[in-house]
T-cell receptor, first 112, second 116 residues
Framework: QKEVEQNSGPLSVPEGAIASLNCTYS??????FFWYRQYSGKSPELIMS????GDKEDGRFTAQLNKASQYVSLLIRDSQPSDSATYLC????????????FGTGTQLKVEL | GAGVSQSPRYKVTKRGQDVALRCDPI?????LYWYRQALGQGPEFLTY????????KSGLPNDRFSAERPEGSISTLTIQRTEQRDSAMYRC??????????????FGPGTRLTVT
C-alpha cells in the first residue's frame, strides 16, 4: 500500500460544477495535510492546508479531513477552465519531521 | 515579496560531470527542503535543513548526492559523477519554521537537469 494514494484521473467536470478530489493515506497518526495545484510545466502551488478533522473553506476551495477514515478531500465549487491542473495531496507522516510525502496527483479537466 | 528562487533553471551536463544546483529560499524562512520530481509523479523528498543544520538526508539516493546550507540561507545540492538516471526536475521549497502552523512549504520554479 502506498503511503499517500490518489486516483490519477483524468477527472472531467463541466464548467460550473463541483470537482471532488480524494486522497487516502496510510499513517493513522498523521497530523498535517496539504493540497497543491500544479499546472503543466509549472511548480506546485500550495492552495490549502488542513490539520483538524472537518471542513476548511477558502473561497471556492474546501478541504475535508477525516482522520478516522484516513482520507482528505478537496472540493472545488463553480469549477472554471482555469482550474484544469494536476492536484497533489501531500501528508506529513509520523516520524518524518516536516518532509512532505506526495501522492501521484489527480489530473482535473474542466470542460466548457 | 520574492518567492523561492532556483538556479540554473535548466542544466545539461555530460555523464560523469559534477553539478551544483542552487536554492534561495523566501526571506526569513527557517526550513529548506529539496525534492525531486519525475514526470507524472509527485515530488519525492531528498533532504531538508532547519537553519544551517541538515535534519534529514534519508531521501538522498546515494553518496553522490550531498547538500549544504552553510549560513542558513542559500542551499546547494551537489551531484557528483552524474548519471543519466539523475535526469529529473529538482525542486526546492521553504517554510517559515518547523513548528505547527508554520510548516506550509512553498516551492521554487525548479531546475531541470538533463544528463547526456
Amino acid at each position: 500500500q502506498k503511503e499517500v494514494e490518489q486516483n490519477s484521473g483524468p477527472l472531467s467536470v463541466p464548467e460550473g460544477a463541483i470537482a471532488s478530489l480524494n486522497c487516502t493515506y496510510s499513517d493513522r497518526v498523521s497530523q498535517s495535510f496539504f493540497w497543491y495545484r500544479q499546472y503543466s510545466g509549472k511548480s506546485p502551488e500550495l492552495i490549502m492546508s488542513i490539520y483538524s478533522n472537518g471542513d476548511k473553506e477558502d473561497g471556492r476551495f474546501t478541504a475535508q479531513l477525516n482522520k478516522a477514515s484516513q482520507y482528505v478531500s478537496l472540493l472545488i465549487r463553480d469549477s472554471q477552465p482555469s482550474d484544469s491542473a494536476t492536484y497533489l495531496c501531500a501528508v506529513v507522516l509520523t516520524g518524518g519531521g516536516n518532509k512532505l510525502t506526495f501522492g501521484t496527483g489527480t489530473q482535473l479537466k474542466v470542460e466548457l | 515579496g520574492a518567492g523561492v528562487s532556483q538556479s540554473p533553471r535548466y542544466k545539461v551536463t555530460k555523464r560523469g560531470q559534477d553539478v551544483a544546483l542552487r536554492c534561495d529560499p523566501i526571506s526569513g524562512h527557517v526550513s529548506l527542503y529539496w525534492y525531486r520530481q519525475a514526470l507524472g509523479q509527485g515530488p519525492e523528498f531528498l533532504t531538508y535543513f532547519n537553519y544551517e543544520a541538515q535534519q534529514d538526508k534519508s531521501g538522498l539516493p546515494n553518496d553522490r548526492f550531498s547538500a549544504e546550507r552553510p549560513e542558513g540561507s542559500i542551499s546547494t545540492l551537489t551531484i557528483q559523477r552524474t548519471e543519466q538516471r539523475d535526469s529529473a526536475m529538482y525542486r526546492c521549497a521553504s517554510s517559515l519554521a518547523g513548528g505547527a502552523g508554520s510548516i506550509e512549504q512553498y516551492f521554487g520554479p525548479g531546475t531541470r537537469l538533463t544528463v547526456t
